[in-house]
Every structure is written in C-alpha cells, then in structure tokens.
C-alpha cells in the first residue's frame, strides 16, 4: 500500500512539473516584441499580422502616408496592406490591442532600377513609425514618427507603456522619449549620445 502511495505521489509530482513547464513555454511563446527597426532584415517583424481596411483608412489620413499616396496618384481607398508590416501588442496589459505598424517590404515584383511602391515611407536610414490603437471597430493614430528604430519600454504613463524611438547619423545617435498623456503620446525628451 505505501509502494502505492508513494508511486502516485511521483507520478502526480512528475504531472504538475510537466503542466508547469507547459505553462512557462506558452507564456514564453505569447511573449511580445518589444523592439522594431527599420532594417527588419536585422530586426525582423516577428509576428506580423495584415492591416485591417479600418487600419489602413486611418493611416491613409496620416499626413506622411497621405503624400506618399499622393505621389504614388493612389487614392486613400487604394492604400496597400503591402505598404505596412504590423505586429499587434498589448501596451496597457490585457485590456487593449495596440498595433505598432512600420514600412513594409512593398512588391516584390518591381523591376531592376525602378523605385518600389511605398518607397517614399522610407527615408535616408529612417522610417515611418505608427501606434495605432484599437477602439471598437475603429483605430485612432496615438503615436507618429519617424526614426530607425522603436522600443517598448518597461515603464508607464497613464497605464501605458513608454515608447523610445532612435534615430543615428554620423554625428551621433538621437533618442527621443515619449509618454501616454491619457489620449496621445507624446515627446517628454530627446537627447543625443556619441557614436561607439
């Protein structure tokens, strides 16, 4: 009898260290990216998700995807998904999705020497960078800049997450810091390090 006991005691023992391994690799998997770049060969979207026709009506009013339509002679209803890499993240915890949306890599089929469509989302080494929130059926832009990179910080204003974007030349790098104001982010400070 105590053979048994013992037997089921192990056996339970080794079941619950299984289950909590399980739920450690699911919360590790369900892990979301916190850093983005331009160079998304370097820093590649890891989870990429397609923009709604909402997302991107709301982008089309952005002023610099505005004139790139312009340029393109699209109108706003024509605006590509192709145009756009978005990752879906949860700034204030579980209660709302948020979507951080960069340029995307555009066709793949434009021709040798042709400049690709959506081009003009793209700078000298910097991007367009948006923070979208979700609200109902529709998205609202909480965050537009550009930059080369943008990270997701650990710290909070207004329940939601700080965002720092960078931006370097050969002069230096360029770090602007930007805080949830209870509607929009925005810049709380900016300043500048050598290059290493």
């Known amino acids: ?7 089921l ?3 339970t023992m080794m079941l619950f260290q299984s289950w909590c391994g399980a739920q450690t690799n699911t919360e590790a998997n369900r ?9 998304t060969q370097a820093v590649p979207v890891q989870q990429p998700i397609k923009l709604s026709k909402t997302a991107l009506q ?5 002023e610099s995807v505005r004139s790139c339509l312009e340029n393109e002679e699209l109108s706003p209803e024509e605006l590509p998904a192709s145009w756009f890499f978005a990752s879906e993240i949860h700034l204030d915890g579980p209660k709302g999705i948020y979507l951080i949306v960069l340029p995307g890599d555009g066709p793949t089929d434009t021709p040798p020497g042709e400049v690709r469509s959506g081009a003009c989302l793209l700078g ?3 991007g ?3 923070v979208l929130h979700k609200t109902g059926a529709t998205f609202e832009v909480v965050l537009s800049e550009w930059a080369q990179s943008l990270d997701v910080l650990s710290t ?3 329940g939601l997450r700080d965002i720092r974007v960078r931006s370097s030349s050969l002069n230096g790098i360029y770090i602007r810091d930007y805080r949830f104001d209870g509607k929009h982010y925005h810049l709380i400070r900016k300043y500048s390090k050598p290059n290493p």
């Open 1 to 7: 009898m105590k053979v048994h006991r013992l037997t």
């Open 9 to 11: 005691s192990i056996v």
């Open 31 to 39: 892990k979301e990216q916190l850093r983005f770049a331009i160079e």
């Open 58 to 62: 709301t982008l089309s009013k952005n």
């Open 124 to 126: 000298a080494s910097t």
């Open 128 to 130: 367009g960078f948006w």
């Open 156 to 158: 909070r204003s207004h």
